[in-house]
C-alpha cells in the first residue's frame, strides 16, 4: 500500500523559512517523479515542484524559482522541500504526490499525501 505523508508545516512570519518532508513507502520510487502541489482556499491545487527520483531532475514553477528546493534522501525515502523566502500568498495546503510521468498536471500523479498546511503571516 503505497503512502505518503508530509510533515512540516506551520506558521511562519513574511520571509521566514519551512522545510516539508514527504516519507514514502510501499513501493519503490525509484521510477517515479515526486511532486509538490498546493491549494488555497478557494483556489484550485497548483504545481510547485518535481523532482525525477532516479536522477534528481528538478522543475519549477515559476513562483516558486529562486525561493524553493527540492531535494530527496535515498536512504530515507523521503522528498523535502525547502521554502525559503517566504510570501503571504504562500499560504496553503501543501500536497506530496507521486507519478510516473513528467509534467505539471495533477493528472499525472496517482498518489497523493494528506497534506500539510503552510501560513505565511504578513
Known amino acids: 500500500q503505497v503512502q505518503l505523508v508530509e510533515s512540516g508545516g506551520g506558521l511562519v512570519q513574511a520571509g521566514g523559512s519551512l522545510r516539508l518532508s514527504c516519507a514514502a513507502s510501499?513501493?519503490?520510487?525509484?521510477?517515479?517523479?515526486m511532486g509538490w502541489f498546493r491549494q488555497a482556499p478557494g483556489k484550485e491545487r497548483e504545481f510547485v515542484t518535481a523532482l525525477r527520483w532516479s536522477s534528481g531532475m528538478t522543475r519549477y514553477s515559476d513562483s516558486a524559482k529562486g525561493r524553493f528546493t527540492v531535494s530527496r534522501d535515498n536512504a530515507k525515502n523521503t522528498v523535502y522541500l525547502q521554502m525559503n523566502s517566504l510570501k503571504p500568498e504562500d499560504t496553503a495546503v501543501y500536497y506530496c504526490?507521486?507519478?510516473?510521468?513528467?509534467?505539471?498536471?495533477?493528472?499525472?500523479?496517482?498518489?497523493w499525501g494528506q497534506g500539510t498546511q503552510v501560513t505565511v503571516s504578513s
Open positions: 510501499g513501493r519503490t520510487f525509484s521510477s517515479y517523479y
Open positions: 504526490a507521486a507519478g510516473t510521468l513528467p509534467g505539471t498536471s495533477v493528472l499525472l500523479y496517482n498518489y
